[in-house]
């Protein structure tokens, strides 16, 4: 197998990594500002990336595999997957075999990472491991019963946040529980805006995702907002019962979560036009080297939903490192 590790990175939808990046960076912040292991902390962040992106090609791994049933049962004609997803195994430049090895090291990677913070930290990284992993083996199926974007948000805020804290701190911190409920639902959010741009596909596949549930579009344009709107209103139920008055900047990411709604409401319409980018859009990558105009308003739209929940997680990192230094 000769593949280079950027050709598996992109497979591996790398782009995606932020998420796990900026979730990590809160519970290891607030640990690190009360003393805890930074060493294990980036350890742990080493055994989450690579977790995160074994999830993510196991669920290619899973997809395909399901797929090449039902065209050799004759269930279908042809494959039809979502637009660039298993591009690599449909192209012929990757194979099963050489797709399994890479899950294997990725998720060896992250057991080995994750035994190591155990035996420094003690069983309860074990306890934390296992209900990670059975949320990310599952979560293919948890795709087919709209479970799939809350089993995300479980697993990248509530338990990463405790995790993460734990095994810098040997100890739960109260303070980081409403927070990691306000990211936990707005990492669901990424993930229903993301379930958004493929609802078309999703009910074809009968895949039952929040999305698909909403029945059209604009309810799904709705329950986004009501999503948003959630994460925002915990924040602010929690400044009432001593929550430090300073996480309130963290509504400065609202604007950005307005963007994306005016996205996610002008794709209700399915104009097909080329989407007119500014500064306030946040990071969207190299969009030159997406020449189709419908990939490229996916991943502006996809990059949007991650910078809301990106902005949200450095704000709240600057209310904390603010309420430390007065």
Same mark, same amino acid.
């Given at each position: 197998?000769?593949? !280079? +590790?950027?050709? @598996?990175?992109?497979?591996?939808?790398?782009? !995606?990594?932020?998420?796990?990046?900026?979730? @990590?960076?809160?519970? &290891?912040?607030?640990?690190?500002?009360?003393?805890?292991?930074?060493?294990?902390?980036?350890?742990?962040?080493?055994? *989450?990336? &690579?977790?995160?992106? #074994?999830?993510?090609?196991?669920?290619?791994?899973?997809?395909?595999?399901?797929?090449?049933?039902?065209?050799?049962?004759?269930?279908?004609?042809?494959?039809?997957?979502?637009?660039?997803?298993?591009?690599?195994?449909?192209?012929?430049?990757?194979?099963?075999?050489?797709?399994?090895?890479?899950? !294997?090291?990725?998720?060896?990677?992250?057991?080995?990472?994750?035994?190591?913070?155990?035996?420094?930290? #003690?069983?309860?990284?074990?306890?934390?491991?296992?209900?990670? $992993?059975?949320? #990310?083996?599952?979560?293919?199926?948890? !795709?087919?019963?709209?479970?799939?974007? *809350? $089993?995300?948000?479980?697993?990248?805020?509530?338990?990463?946040?405790? #995790?993460?804290?734990?095994?810098?701190?040997?100890?739960?911190? /109260?303070?980081?529980?409403?927070?990691?409920?306000? /990211?936990?639902?707005? /990492?669901?959010?990424?993930?229903?805006?993301?379930?958004?741009?493929?609802?078309?596909?999703?009910?074809?596949?009968?895949?039952?995702?929040?999305?698909?549930?909403?029945?059209?579009?604009?309810?799904?344009?709705?329950?986004?907002?009501?999503?948003?709107?959630?994460?925002?209103?915990?924040? *602010?139920?929690?400044?009432?019962?001593?929550?430090?008055?300073?996480?309130?900047?963290?509504?400065?990411?609202? +604007?950005?979560?307005?963007?994306?709604?005016?996205?996610?409401?002008?794709?209700?319409?399915?104009?097909?036009?080329?989407?007119?980018?500014?500064?306030?859009?946040?990071?969207?990558?190299?969009?030159?080297?997406?020449?189709?105009?419908?990939?490229?308003?996916?991943?502006?739209?996809?990059?949007?939903?991650?910078?809301?929940?990106?902005?949200?997680?450095?704000?709240?990192?600057?209310?904390?490192?603010?309420?430390?230094?007065?």
């Amino acid at each position: 197998m000769k593949i !280079s +590790p950027n050709f @598996w990175f992109e497979a591996a939808r790398g782009y !995606s990594l932020p998420m796990s990046v900026m979730s @990590w960076s809160v519970p &290891f912040l607030f640990a690190a500002v009360e003393g805890g292991n930074i060493f294990y902390g980036i350890i742990a962040l080493i055994g *989450i990336s &690579f977790a995160h992106l #074994g999830v993510n090609l196991f669920d290619d791994f899973v997809d395909y595999i399901l797929e090449q049933r039902n065209v050799q049962k004759g269930l279908k004609e042809k494959f039809e997957l979502q637009k660039g997803k298993c591009a690599y195994l449909l192209s012929k430049d990757a194979s099963l075999k050489d797709l399994f090895i890479v899950i !294997s090291v990725c998720f060896a990677i992250a057991i080995v990472c994750g035994l190591f913070l155990a035996a420094k930290t #003690g069983i309860v990284v074990i306890y934390i491991m296992l209900a990670a $992993a059975a949320i #990310g083996i599952l979560y293919p199926l948890f !795709s087919f019963i709209a479970l799939g974007e *809350i $089993a995300v948000g479980v697993m990248f805020a509530p338990l990463l946040y405790t #995790g993460v804290y734990y095994v810098m701190t040997k100890t739960f911190s /109260t303070e980081l529980l409403p927070i990691a409920i306000s /990211t936990g639902i707005l /990492t669901i959010g990424l993930l229903h805006a993301h379930m958004f741009l493929d609802i078309d596909f999703d009910k074809k596949s009968k895949k039952v995702t929040l999305c698909s549930l909403a029945g059209n579009r604009n309810n799904a344009v709705r329950n986004q907002v009501i999503i948003m709107i959630l994460a925002y209103l915990n924040i *602010i139920i929690n400044l009432f019962f001593g929550l430090p008055k300073i996480y309130i900047i963290s509504f400065l990411s609202i +604007p950005t979560a307005i963007i994306l709604y005016k996205l996610m409401k002008c794709d209700c319409y399915k104009k097909r036009k080329r989407i007119r980018t500014n500064i306030f859009f946040g990071p969207l990558g190299n969009l030159k080297k997406y020449k189709d105009i419908d990939v490229r308003a996916f991943i502006i739209k996809f990059s949007v939903a991650r910078n809301v929940m990106v902005e949200f997680t450095i704000l709240i990192c600057i209310a904390k490192i603010i309420s430390e230094i007065f």
